[in-house]
Nanobody, 127 residues
Framework: QLQLVESGGGLVQPGESLRLSCAAS????????VGWFRQAPGKEREGVSC????????DYAGSVKGRFTISRDNRENMVYLQMNNLKPEDTGVYYC????????????????????WGQGTQATVSS
């Protein structure tokens, strides 16, 4: 059974950091695109960061560029999202998702193109 499980969320103060993990089971991530998305209360789900695990190309939403870093651990079949200098507007449920690899290089935040989703992990930034 193909499954993605997120972890690492929590409650932090502005300026602090969190590291989210996305663990895959039932398949190897080596030939997938993995994206991190978030959804704040009352708002639509939005793309935060993504990585093409074949060519290594990454992308970030403008609001998190320079603060968030996406990375991979091939041995553990995991993808991480390091979130630094967190702001209250970063609050939301964070989801990881995997997209069957296409011939296109890089990655994107087109939600319907992602085939597998985790259950989400809550990150709250508040003083």
């Amino acid at each position: 059974q193909l499954q993605l499980v997120e972890s690492g969320g929590g409650l932090v103060q502005p300026g602090e950091s969190l590291r989210l993990s996305c663990a895959a089971s039932g398949f190897t991530l080596d030939y997938y695109v993995v994206g991190w998305f978030r959804q704040a209360p009352g708002k639509e789900r939005e793309g935060v960061s993504c990585i093409n695990l074949v060519d290594g190309i990454t992308d970030y939403a403008g609001s998190v560029k320079g603060r968030f870093t996406i990375s991979r651990d091939n041995r553990e079949n995991m993808v991480y999202l390091q979130m630094n200098n967190l702001k209250p507007e970063d609050t939301g449920v964070y989801y990881c998702a995997a997209q069957d690899l296409t011939l296109a290089p890089g990655c994107d935040f087109i939600i319907h193109e992602y085939d597998y989703w985790g259950q989400g992990t809550q990150a709250t930034v508040s003083s």
